[in-house]
């Protein structure tokens, strides 16, 4: 199935989502839905599997600086990694436009088939 990731910019907010659409069915859609910039990234291979794996973290990150802006985002971690090594990987990156002075991470471990 044809998928392209759509990262849409509007102002100091980005998103980003998936349609289940090639890149020219989903080129049609945001010319005629969104404002902002945008960009479209056509699925073109796979890489790795989930085969085998039996849980993962479900993390949800808040971003913040030093001058007041925040951003949040989420997404599923390998089990192993520690709330500290993603702060640590996120410091001092720029996400969203806000620079990461304070990283805060909230995770849960999710067991596959339970």
């Excluded at 910019?9 to 989903?26: E, H, K, Q, R, Y």
């Amino acid at each position: 199935m044809a998928k392209t990731l759509i990262i849409n910019s509007l102002g100091n907010s980005s998103t980003g989502f998936s349609l289940p659409a090639d890149d020219t069915v989903a080129s049609a859609f945001c010319a005629a839905v969104l404002d902002g910039e945008y960009v479209g990234y056509a699925k073109m291979s796979e890489a790795g599997t989930d085969s085998g794996i039996t849980g993962y973290h479900d993390v949800t990150v808040q971003i913040a600086s030093t001058t007041g802006s925040k951003t949040y985002f989420s997404f599923l971690a390998k089990l192993g990694v520690t709330d500290v090594e993603i702060q640590n990987a996120l410091l001092g990156m720029t996400i969203n436009g806000v620079k990461a002075d304070k990283v805060f991470v909230t995770m849960r471990e999710v067991q596959v088939g339970a």
